[in-house]
T-cell receptor, first 113, second 115 residues
């Protein structure tokens, strides 16, 4: 069975400071993992994905995530937050052996000026 | 390229009424998904099509929800009759890939309010 847990429902940072959004997963198979971003009144946009290649994955807008199998984690980071990063972020696990895709509950990122 | 198109953007109906949503995926995408996103929650997969066949509808409330994908392209999702708890954003997504473990491209969604 698969599951995904986003450890923080809300994260608040100041502009220019680092961002850390935490995600733990559970999967019976070798998972694919994704981070999506959802800005208000806009569709979900893929930030980055892990599919069993390099464990450190770089995405768009300066975001990156590291796959740690021993910790079953896939945390999203960015060195310096920008006001435009304020949005809802979803961690997603997908079963490469089948068709199950599960979204986390989301983490809302607030960026203070 | 054009993205995933959904209509309508907003819909308000009374409980026990029927409603239908339409989705036009990105041209050539084999896989189409319908998700339900309740306020404050992550999207939940309702149904997944590969071409015009269903590969996963395990979370679709089949007593009231139905979906079809015409000729492996456009798709409609119907609710009949609607309940208050169906109030949510209904997201359509498509992917050029088949099988699991692949990313999807999302439309802007249809916000349904049931009163």
């Amino acid at each position: 069975a698969q599951s995904v847990t986003q450890l923080d429902s809300h994260v608040s940072v100041s502009e220019g400071t680092p961002v850390l959004l935490r995600c733990n997963y559970s999967s019976s198979y070798s998972p694919s993992l994704f981070w999506y971003v959802q800005h208000p009144n806009k569709g979900l946009q893929l930030l980055l994905k892990y599919t069993s290649a390099a464990t450190l994955v770089k995405g768009i807008n300066g975001f990156e995530a590291e796959f740690k199998k021993s910790e079953t984690s896939f945390h999203l980071t960015k060195p310096s937050a920008h006001m435009s990063d304020a949005a809802e972020y979803f961690c997603v696990v997908s079963d490469t052996g089948g068709f199950k895709t599960i979204f986390g509950a989301g983490t809302r990122l607030f960026v203070k000026a | 390229e054009a993205g995933v198109a959904q209509s309508p953007r907003y819909k308000i109906i009374e409980k026990r009424q029927s409603v239908a949503f339409w989705c036009n995926p990105i041209s050539g995408h084999a896989t189409l998904y319908w998700y339900q996103q309740i306020l404050g929650q992550g999207p939940k997969l309702l149904i997944q099509f590969q071409n015009n066949g269903v590969v996963d509808d395990s979370q679709l409330p089949k007593d009231r929800f139905s979906a079809e994908r015409l000729k492996g392209v456009d798709s409609t999702l119907k609710i009949q009759p609607a309940k208050l708890e169906d109030s949510a954003v209904y997201l359509c997504a498509s992917s050029p890939y088949t099988g699991g473990g692949t990313e999807a491209f999302f439309g802007q969604g249809t916000r349904l309010t049931v009163v």
